[in-house]
Structure formats: structure tokens, C-alpha cells
């Protein structure tokens, strides 16, 4: 996306509507319309994670490690409004927390029931966590939850004023600085100072003066100390970080601190170069946290804009290159997949970037001209095209990703050379998953290699290697690639992937060997709607009921005879743990998992993922050539030929 390098002129209140390409809107469903008013401007902040990200004992700061922006403060926004800072919202907090639940004292937040955290008179006991769960308590001392209260309060509803003042001054008391120990009230920090500032502004506007009453001076002091947190403990270069110095920024607005200012541009200055790298993939390993930063960081334009600093051009250009980013990793369904910590969710189509294609099914905007990403930081993204042909179409298109690259991190999943894949209009090929922070096991599984479709060896720890991508190739009708690693000690693995158009197919080859006896398992995560059957050793088939599409996977025998058991269905097993997925947080669905397995000191195992409509037929012959071995395949009526050279290329041969 390009943005325009002349800023507006502003009459008025100072609040800066960039359009959906530029504004922060919800995670899931940004805002169509930016800006609101009750008795104050609401400009809507990204929906934050649902999740609470820290974790106890351990480092929450990501330093930053590339060299800062130099351009952003460098020159003031001329503008006719004073420097303003707009409450951002609640992160829909407080659609669950009506107003007749803050009079009694009740706090709701996610899957749970609403409880009565107070004594009905805006008396809250704090150390309250009922439900055993991290991000339920970090919620709760966000405040977010008094956003219709705050509402009510700022067009002069003075019970609503009275009930939100008597328990945001309740934490205030109860929760002195420093509350770092207190890890849910120092994660929540950035979002109750945000909630504060609202808090101001809704007593000025109900109230209708200009100054904060003597009775409400506390807020400006509880600012004060916020501030003072945020200056002394700065989560670094990541979405925590970022929306921390947004905060602190805040504060430098509304109490007119320069130095707060400066120094949340300081930081917003070091934090984009090493949060969006110059391919534009985030450091968070995670698609739904791109997509997150993305808005984030338009946030953060608009902030800036409206605060009389300009924000230079190095987030623009970052957040463009995001934007090419998450356009590539949008499927042919038109979502993200589940890479890392992400949610099942849509491509948002922001007006005037690649994504209002992507995220519009090929609606909307321009089809973008490349088709293939392969990012250093660890992801390959292709499609056989953006729907352009009409005798396809978008959803008639194939897409895939695979991961690779440094060790996992922050939201990402031990996922090196996983792969997901969609094509004929549907999800072909998942990952496990998202499961909440707090769900365990669980959450250790959808972790681990057995939640991805990736060759695993459950027999040996798994090393968080780094995985090199040692190899690959784009024709116009088929991509190759090769990863190398070693996921356990003493163990070698290599992935060969090649994906074909016309007919639209993967193929991998892995290949193992290791020190000591192991099992060795290539899976495919299949979707929860589909029925999946052994047909034999080489052969499993996958379809749902009155599906037009139905999955053929099958094994060819390359350097080893396929054993008994060599292809098997795993689903709803909970020892171990196998064949689930999980949409999001706290939805969890029984779903095949083809396994296709060996044992012994080496594994080769060549497969094959084929969709093919659900009266077509897959039918394949292998032979030598001198020293390559070919598959000569009939996909639905139409031919194709993969090999191996003697060196161990994996080709398309025809």
C-alpha cells in the first residue's frame, strides 16, 4: 500500500480518519467506520489478542536488534487542531459487560459466565481469578470491561460516571505502584492506561467543563503513575511494545508531556525496524499476530498524526511490505492459515492494498502480480493463481505454505516444514491449531511437530532446530523446494516438496536417518468436516459428506518397502494426543490425521495429497528410468509426471 506523504490540515477535534487501508481496526472484523462519538471520539484501536501473552518467571522484552527508524519525529503535522489523542475503544470488552452488570459489580470475558467481582458497591477484590485462567485476570485489571459505563458517563449520565470513577479509583487504591509483580496487572497495564484516558475524557464531556474536577484528580495522577510504569518497563519490539509506547504516547498528549512523547517516539522508532523486517515478515511467528501488527501499526500512524508528530515514512513502507506479506499467505478460501498462535480467521480486504483482493475473493481491488513468497524469517506462501482464469477462479485456485527458518518463538508452533493447502474451494491440508495458554496438554500438542503436517519423530525430544531452506525452484506450472534440519539428536531430516498446477497436487519426499532405532511419521492434518478411510498400506481417501471434493493420499515405495500399518487414520485419540484441530482458543474438533509411518535408523517416504472431485479417480505407476524414478499419475482424466533424479532431485517430469 502506498500512503500519501502530505498530511491533512484539521479543523476541529484532531481526529485523523485514514480509511481502512491506514486505520486499526479490529483483528478479526476492523471497524467500517473508524471514528465514533458518544459524548466523546472513539477512534477504534485494533481488537487485541484474546490471550494473555506473558508468562510468569519468565522474560517478556523482545530488544530490538535492527538498526531504529531515523524518520519518525522528525518534522510537526501542520495542523489548525490542537495535538489530540482519542480514546481507542475497549477491544469489544464491553459489548459482554453491560451496564447493568457494572452496577453489579460483574466482570465477563471470554467463554465464561459473568462474576460478581465486587461487593455491588464498586468495591472490587482484585485477586480474584474464579476461573483459574491468565487471561481472564489480565482482562479484568485492564478495565476494558467499563467501556459502557465510560460511554453512558461521557453524554452526562452521571450514575454511570459514578459507578466506572468508584471502581477505576478502586484499583487505583488497591493496586499501588509498582504493580510489577503482579504479572496480569502489569500485562494489562498499556490497556487500563488507555481505558484512563477515556476515563478523563468522559468526565470532561459529561460533566461539560474543560478541567478535571478537584474529586477526579486522582485520574490524572493515576496517569502519572501509569506513565511512570511504562517508562520503566518497555516490552520491546513486538506488538506489546508497540502498543505500550502508543499508550505512553497517549498520556504525553493528554497531560501535555513532551518528554512522555519523545520517548514513545523514540521507541516506536526502534521498535518497527525489528517488529516488520524488510521483507515484511513480523518477528512473532504467527500469521494472526501479523495480521494484528499490521493494524497496529497503522494505529500508531494515526496516533502520531493526531498527537502533531509525524510518523515518517519507514512504517508506511514496513506495514506495505506486511501487506504484501499477508496477501501472499491468504489460502484460496480467503483466509490465513493457522500458522503459530492464529486463529481461524478471514483476510481482511483493506481498500487500496493487495489484501482488499486477497481478502475479497478476487471482488475487489487489483489481482496482485507475484504469486510465490519465500521470506528469510521462515515461510514460503504459493498459489496457482489469483482466480484471473475464469474457468478457475479464486476459490478454483490452489494455495500452500510451508515453514522453515530460525527456532521457534514468541507465538510461533515447533512447525519446520509443515505444510497447509487449500484448493477446489476448500481446506485441504490444516494445522492443529490455536489452543489457549491455559489449556495444558492441549496446548502442548497443538505446539509440538504431531499437530502439523510435517514428517515427526515421536520417539526423540524434538530440538527446535533451525531449518534451512537449502534449495527451491518456480515454474509456471509446478514450485520444488528442499529443507534440511536435524529435529532430535542425532537425527537428519531432509523435506523435498514439489507442488504441481493442472492437475493441482503436492508431493513430498522425506527422508531420515538417526543414530538410534525411531519412529518415523509423515502426517497430513485433515479438516474436522471430513470422514477419512484406509484403503490399504499406500492408500487413504478423505471426503465430506455430500462434498464435491474428496482427498486421495497415498505412499509410492521409493528406497523402502512399505510395511504393515504403513498408512493409518488417527482421530479423536487423547493417548497421545492425535487427530484434533482447533478453529480457535477454545473450540476443539475431532479431525483425521493420516499417518504415514515407519521405524528403524532411516525412512523414505514418498507421498502424494491429491483433490481430485469426488467421482474422479487417482490412479499412478512408477518406474526407473536409467537411475531417476518416475510416477506417471491420471488426476481426474488429466496426466502428469513427477521423478527423482539419481542426484535426488524431486521434479516435475511432465
Given amino acids: 500500500m502506498r500512503f500519501k506523504r502530505a498530511y491533512c490540515v484539521i479543523v476541529g477535534i484532531a481526529v485523523l480518519l485514514l480509511g481502512a487501508g491506514t486505520t486499526a481496526g479490529a483483528s478479526r472484523a476492523p471497524s467500517a467506520t473508524p471514528a465514533t462519538t458518544t459524548g466523546i471520539t472513539i477512534d477504534p484501536a485494533s481488537e487485541d489478542p484474546g490471550e494473555s501473552q506473558f508468562v510468569p518467571g519468565a522474560s517478556n522484552v523482545v530488544p530490538a536488534t535492527a538498526a531504529p527508524a531515523t524518520d519518525i519525529g522528525t518534522a510537526a503535522v501542520q495542523s489548525l487542531a490542537a495535538p489530540f489523542y482519542a480514546c481507542p475503544g475497549y477491544s469489544g470488552l464491553e459489548k459482554t459487560n453491560p451496564l447493568a452488570n457494572l452496577y453489579a459489580d460483574k466482570f465477563t470475558w471470554g467463554p465464561y459466565a459473568a462474576y460478581k467481582v465486587g461487593n455491588g458497591g464498586g468495591n472490587i477484590n482484585w485477586s480474584l481469578n474464579p476461573y483459574k485462567n491468565a487471561s481472564w485476570y489480565m482482562w479484568f485489571h485492564s478495565l476494558r470491561w467499563l467501556g459502557q459505563g465510560i460511554a453512558a458517563a461521557s453524554t452526562g449520565n452521571l450514575t454511570a460516571l459514578t459507578r466506572v470513577n468508584t471502581i477505576a479509583y478502586d484499583w487505583y487504591r488497591d493496586n499501588p505502584y509498582s504493580w510489577k509483580a503482579n504479572v496480569g496487572a502489569w500485562e494489562s497495564t498499556m490497556h487500563r492506561t488507555n481505558v484512563l484516558i477515556c476515563l478523563r475524557q468522559a468526565i470532561l464531556s459529561g460533566l461539560k467543563v474543560t478541567t478535571v474536577p478537584a474529586r477526579y484528580a486522582w485520574v490524572d495522577a493515576a496517569l502519572l503513575s501509569h506513565a511512570r510504569f511504562l517508562t520503566n518497563y518497555w516490552s520491546g519490539a513486538w506488538n506489546h511494545g508497540t502498543d505500550e509506547s502508543i499508550a505512553l504516547f497517549g498520556v504525553g498528549v493528554t497531560l501535555n508531556r513532551s518528554d512522555y512523547k519523545n520517548l514513545a517516539v523514540k521507541r516506536l522508532a526502534a521498535g518497527i525496524t525489528t517488529s516488520i523486517d524488510a521483507q ?172 502439523h503436517s510435517m514428517m515427526t519423530t515421536p520417539m526423540s525430544t524434538y530440538t527446535n532446530p533451525t531449518t534451512r531452506l537449502a534449495a527451491y525452484s518456480v515454474k509456471a506450472t509446478s514450485e520444488s523446494y528442499v529443507f534440511t534440519d536435524a529435529p532430535g539428536s542425532g537425527i537428519s531430516r531432509v523435506r523435498r516438496v514439489l507442488v504441481l498446477k493442472n492437475p493441482d497436487l503436492i508431493v513430498t519426499w522425506d527422508v531420515a536417518s538417526a543414530r538410534t532405532a525411531q519412529s518415523f511419521q509423515t502426517l497430513w492434518h485433515l479438516p474436522s468436516d471430513q470422514r477419512a478411510t484406509v484403503y490399504s498400506r499406500t492408500t487413504a481417501t478423505a471426503i465430506a459428506a455430500g462434498d464435491s471434493t474428496r482427498t486421495v493420499l497415498f505412499q509410492v515405495p521409493f528406497k523402502q518397502a512399505l510395511p504393515a500399518g504403513a498408512t493409518l487414520v488417527k482421530q479423536g485419540q487423547s493417548s497421545p494426543i492425535q487427530g484434533w484441530t482447533y478453529p480457535s482458543s477454545y473450540v476443539r474438533r475431532s479431525a483425521p490425521t493420516i499417518m504415514m509411518a515407519r521405524s528403524g535408523k532411516t525412512a523414505s517416504i514418498l507421498s502424494f495429497v491429491v483433490p481430485v472431485r469426488a467421482s474422479g479417480a487417482v490412479t499412478f505407476k512408477a518406474r526407473s528410468s536409467g537411475s531417476t524414478f518416475i510416477v506417471s499419475l491420471n488426476v481426474g482424466g488429466k496426466a502428469a509426471a513427477i521423478a527423482i533424479s539419481g542426484g535426488g532431485s524431486l521434479y516435475r517430469a511432465g
Fill in 280 to 451: 515484511g515478515s513480523t518477528n512473532e511467528q504467527s500469521t494472526g499476530y501479523a495480521a494484528f501488527n499490521y493494524q497496529l501499526w497503522g494505529r500508531a500512524i494515526a496516533v502520531l498524526q493526531n498527537g502533531g508528530v509525524s510518523p515518517g515514512t519507514t512504517i508506511q513502507t514496513r506495514r506495505a511490505l506486511l501487506a504484501k506479506w499477508l496477501t501472499l499467505a491468504t489460502n484460496s478460501v480467503g483466509r490465513l492459515p493457522q500458522i503459530g498462535d492464529t486463529e481461524l480467521q478471514a483476510t481482511y480486504p483493506y481498500a487500496g492494498t493487495p489484501m482488499e483482493y486477497a481478502g475479497s475473493l478476487g471482488t475487489k481491488g487489483t489481482a496482485p502480480l507475484w504469486r510465490v513468497g519465500v521470506y528469510s524469517a521462515g515461510y514460503v506462501f504459493g498459489r496457482t493463481g489469483w482466480g484471473t482464469d475464469p474457468t478457475r477462479g479464486f476459490r478454483g485456485e490452489s494455495a500452500y505454505s510451508i515453514r522453515y527458518g530460525p527456532p521457534r518463538a514468541f507465538h510461533g508452533h515447533f512447525d519446520h516444514t509443515g505444510i497447509t493447502y487449500t484448493a477446489r474451494g476448500r481446506d485441504i491440508v490444516i494445522n492443529g491449531g490455536y489452543a489457549a495458554y491455559n489449556a495444558g496438554v492441549w496446548r502442548t500438542w497443538t505446539l509440538g511437530p504431531s499437530a
